[in-house]
Structure formats: structure tokens, C-alpha cells
């Protein structure tokens, strides 16, 4: 079974400040994609960013960057200069390539982040 | 429309009865899924549309849940004799296909089984 676990339940970061989200996962696939979304009170999930697995280049958004390491299947997503409006709950998903896009997510991380 | 919408909001039903949500995608978006939210949860592949076609529904819990998009756009999700155990957010979202594009989310319907 192909699982996503985020073993921060809450985290919290002072404003300006950085701050990293763990997840990990458990595939047989070796062609996946793996994306950060942003849940804020509003309920609408955001993108905040996806990582081919093809690819050994850590993604970059912004003030959103990702460690990606393939062989210990972890996908970690930093927060960099961390603003207010970066209060949200993060899930981190996995997409494989063969099942028409539906995303397994985690249970997710609350990250408040304070004046 | 600009995003995908979904009605209505809120839902509040006596167990027993009949509920349908209805998911509205972004014009053009072939790709349609459901997925359910428990509080403090991630969301769970519930099913997978493309186009009018159920190409994945094995995520639905039980006989109770049906889906349906007949004309390739609009989607109702429907659940037979409500149980509180089904009481969750219901998110939809849509991808211009499945192959790995983005998705784009609902605001959510939250229902609320009494």
C-alpha cells in the first residue's frame, strides 16, 4: 500500500523566521510526483509546490524549497521568512504516475506562525 | 467559471435521509475527483472522473455512495441513507487531465449528519 505520513502534528515559527515540514512515504512505484498543499481556515487547498520524482533538482517556489531524497523517500518543504499568512494546515500528497492523478495525502501538519 | 464550486457550503441532514453535492469543475477540465476530509485529517480518495466515465471509484466506502457526471462537467456525489460516521468534508477537485497536471480544489462541502 502506497502511504504518506507527516509526523508533525502542529509546528510553530516566529514570523521572518524558517521553518521545515517532514514527510515521508512508501512506494514500489519509481515514477511519481509529490506536492505541498496549503490548507488555510477558508478550507480551499492551495498548491504550493510539486516535485517530479525524475527529477534530482530540489524544487523552488519563492519562499517555498523542497528536500527531495528519492532513496529515503522523504519530502520535506521549507518555509523560509515566514509570514502570517502562512498559518495553514500542510499536507504533503503523492501522486503516481498510473493512477489518473488521484492524490494520496498525509495526515497533515497545523503550522501556526506568530508575530 | 474561475474555480471549481461546490454547493452547497454547508449540509446538516438527519441520519437516514438522502443527500446530494454537487462539485461544478473549472471549464474544460476533464479530470474530476472526490475526496473526503475527516476533522483532523488528510483527504481520502473517494472517485475519479474522465470525462463522463467513472475511471476510479475505488475509494467509495459502501453501496451508499454513488457518483455521477453525465454530461462531463457537473458532478453529484450522492449518499444513500446518511450515517453520522459519513458526517466529513466533501472536496472535489479538477485537473485539465489526469495525467499529473495540477489539481485545483473546492471550497468544500461540509456535512454534518445529526
Known amino acids: 500500500a502506497q502511504t504518506v505520513t507527516q509526523s508533525q502534528p502542529e509546528m510553530s515559527v516566529q514570523e521572518a523566521e524558517t521553518v521545515t515540514l517532514s514527510c515521508t512515504y512508501d512506494?514500489?512505484?519509481?515514477?511519481?510526483?509529490l506536492f505541498w498543499y496549503k490548507q488555510p481556515p477558508s478550507r480551499q487547498m492551495i498548491l504550493v509546490i510539486r516535485?517530479?520524482?525524475?527529477?534530482?533538482q530540489n524544487a523552488t517556489e519563492n519562499r517555498f524549497s523542497v528536500n527531495f531524497q528519492k532513496a529515503a523517500k522523504s519530502f520535506s518543504l521549507k518555509i523560509s521568512d515566514s509570514q502570517l499568512g502562512d498559518t495553514a494546515m500542510y499536507f504533503c500528497?503523492?501522486?503516481?504516475?498510473?493512477?489518473?492523478?488521484?492524490?494520496?495525502f498525509g495526515q497533515g501538519t497545523e503550522l501556526s506562525v506568530k508575530p | 467559471g474561475a474555480g471549481v464550486s461546490q454547493t452547497p457550503s454547508n449540509k446538516v441532514t438527519e441520519k437516514g435521509k438522502y443527500v446530494e453535492l454537487r462539485c461544478d469543475p473549472i471549464?474544460?477540465?476533464?479530470?474530476l475527483y472526490w475526496y473526503r476530509q475527516s476533522l483532523g485529517q488528510g483527504p481520502e480518495f473517494l472517485i475519479y472522473?474522465?470525462?463522463?466515465?467513472?475511471?476510479?471509484d475505488s475509494g467509495l466506502p459502501n453501496d451508499r455512495f454513488f457518483a455521477v457526471r453525465p454530461e462531463g462537467s457537473v458532478s453529484t456525489l450522492k449518499i444513500q441513507r446518511t450515517e453520522r460516521g459519513d458526517s466529513a468534508m466533501y472536496l472535489c477537485?479538477?485537473?485539465?487531465?489526469?495525467?499529473?497536471?495540477?489539481?485545483?480544489f473546492g471550497q468544500g462541502t461540509r456535512l454534518t449528519v445529526v
Open positions: 477537485a479538477s485537473r485539465v487531465s489526469s495525467m499529473n497536471t495540477e489539481a485545483f
Open positions: 512506494t514500489s512505484e519509481n515514477n511519481y510526483y
Open positions: 516535485q517530479e520524482a525524475y527529477k534530482q
Open positions: 500528497a503523492f501522486n503516481p504516475y498510473n493512477q489518473g492523478g488521484k492524490l494520496i
Open positions: 471549464s474544460g477540465h476533464t479530470a
Open positions: 472522473f474522465q470525462g463522463t466515465g467513472a475511471a476510479d
